[in-house]
Each structure stands twice: as structure tokens, then as C-alpha cells.
């Protein structure tokens, strides 16, 4: 009687039942985190298009209704006026007042438009135009009303990568709590700090004018939306002040 030999021969691994298997299961997961970026990046354009949307209707809107407003009582002052009879001082107050208000009102609404079409432009992208933008207004603001300032920001932040959601909320926080130290403190030196710690970006705005007693102090507009800017950034505004001295601003955000 003959010998009978089984031989086995094994397939290379790339035509095995379990590597197909596992090719089929890595490019259907490859496809659905695809899909998945996909959606949340239109998402995310979304809810930006609708801030923008908000910010347009609000602001604008509502800057431009001033604006009307001015221009239309200040067109019955000027019809009021009786033609051949002199022009009082009081009516010459009335009508530069309107006319100065429409002038403040005016460049108030390009400043808003200028920030909407700074965060939209994709050029912006980089920290580093971000802290221009930054450094640039607070000069602007600062020498205006003669304050001296320091600016600390280390040039490696530079480098960084942020989407235009965050820029635009982080700006807009920093814009707020410079003008409300204009308006309000009235300082003599105002120091702002952005560092990064770990995953973190924190900026704080220091000044030496006039505080506030933060409890017995009701909040308004400005500071309510810095502190919905803040929390739509995932992270946290905190504000400590005093009525006989400065104030600190600090935001910690999470680095996205």
C-alpha cells in the first residue's frame, strides 16, 4: 500500500479571511470619521454663519437704526428753522450734537464691520495676525488717551493654528475689556499677558484706574457677553476688582 502525504500550504497573510476582513472594517472606519469631520466642520461654519448672522442684526442693525434716527431729527431741526431768521446758539448745539452723534455712531459701525470682515478672511487664520490685530488696537485705544501700556506675548504663540470661531470670540474679549478700561477705570498703565500653559491660553489684562466693588455692582452688556464669550470657548473669565484700586481680567481658554 502507498504512503499518503498531507501538505498544508498556508496563504500569505494579505489573502487570509481575517486580513480582508480587517481591511474591509479600517476603510469603513477611515470613511465614517471622514463623513464625521465633514459634518462637524459644516457645523461648525453653521454656527458660525449664524453668530455673524447675530452679530449683524444686533449690532449693525441696531447702529444703523441709531444712525437713521439722528439723521431724521436732525432733518426737522434744520426744516424748523425759519428761513431769514438768525440761527440761535442753542439750535447751531442742537444740530452739531446730532451731527457728531452720527459721526461716532458711523465709525462705531465700521469698527464692527472691520472685525466681522478681519474674522472671516481665511489669511487670519494664524495666531500671529490675531495678536497683530490686538497689539494694534490697544495702541490705537491707548495713545488716544495718552496711557501707557506693555504687551507681553511670547513669539512662539505665533505658530499657532486657531479656527475662526475662537479667534473671534478671544479678539472680541479682549476688545470688550479694553474699552471698558477706556471708558470706565480711566487708568494711568494697562499690562496684558497671553501665555500658554500646557493646553491652555491665558490672557490677562491688568490695570491701575478706578475699580469696582464687583458685589455691589450690577453687570451689564459687555461684561455679561465676555462671560458668554468665554464659556462658548470652554473655558472661564474671572474678574477681581476693588472700588479703591485696578482691576485684572484674566480668560483661560482651552487651546482647540
Given amino acids: 500500500k502507498g504512503l499518503a502525504v498531507t501538505i498544508t500550504i498556508s496563504p ?8 480582508r476582513g480587517l481591511v474591509v472594517v479600517v476603510i469603513a472606519t477611515l470613511l465614517f470619521l471622514m463623513y464625521r469631520y465633514r459634518v462637524n ?7 458660525i454663519r449664524a453668530s455673524i448672522a447675530t452679530d449683524l442684526h444686533d449690532d449693525i442693525g441696531s447702529t444703523l437704526t441709531e444712525i437713521a434716527l439722528f439723521s431724521d431729527v436732525g432733518i426737522r431741526e434744520i426744516k424748523s428753522l425759519t428761513p431769514g431768521r438768525p440761527i440761535a446758539g442753542t439750535e447751531v448745539e442742537r444740530v452739531s450734537g446730532l451731527l457728531e452723534e452720527i459721526g461716532r455712531t458711523s465709525r462705531t459701525l465700521i469698527d464692527a464691520m472691520n472685525d466681522i470682515v478681519w474674522a472671516i478672511d481665511p489669511k487670519n487664520d494664524s495666531f500671529e495676525y490675531l495678536l497683530l490685530r490686538m497689539k494694534t488696537h490697544a495702541a ?3 495713545e488716544a488717551k495718552a496711557i501707557n501700556y506693555d504687551i507681553e506675548i511670547p513669539s512662539e504663540l ?3 493654528e486657531l479656527p475662526l470661531g475662537f479667534r473671534r470670540r478671544f479678539f472680541l474679549i479682549f476688545k470688550e475689556a479694553i474699552n471698558n478700561i477706556i471708558k470706565h477705570a480711566h487708568p494711568t498703565k ?5 501665555k500658554k500653559e500646557r493646553n491652555n491660553l491665558i490672557m490677562t489684562i491688568m490695570d491701575n484706574g478706578v475699580g469696582f466693588d ?3 455692582t450690577t453687570q451689564g452688556n459687555g461684561l455679561r457677553n465676555m462671560q458668554e464669550r468665554a464659556a ?4 472661564s473669565l474671572s474678574i477681581s476688582s476693588a472700588a479703591t484700586g ?4 484674566t480668560l483661560r481658554t482651552i487651546i482647540p
Avoid: C, D, Q
Fill in 12 to 19: 500569505p497573510y494579505w489573502k487570509t479571511w481575517w486580513f
Fill in 41 to 47: 466642520k459644516l457645523l461648525e461654519i453653521e454656527r
Fill in 140 to 142: 490705537r485705544m491707548m
Fill in 158 to 160: 505665533s505658530e499657532l
Fill in 190 to 194: 494697562v499690562m496684558l499677558t497671553i
Fill in 214 to 216: 464687583l458685589a455691589s
Fill in 232 to 235: 462658548a470657548l470652554g473655558g
Fill in 246 to 249: 485696578g482691576t485684572t481680567i
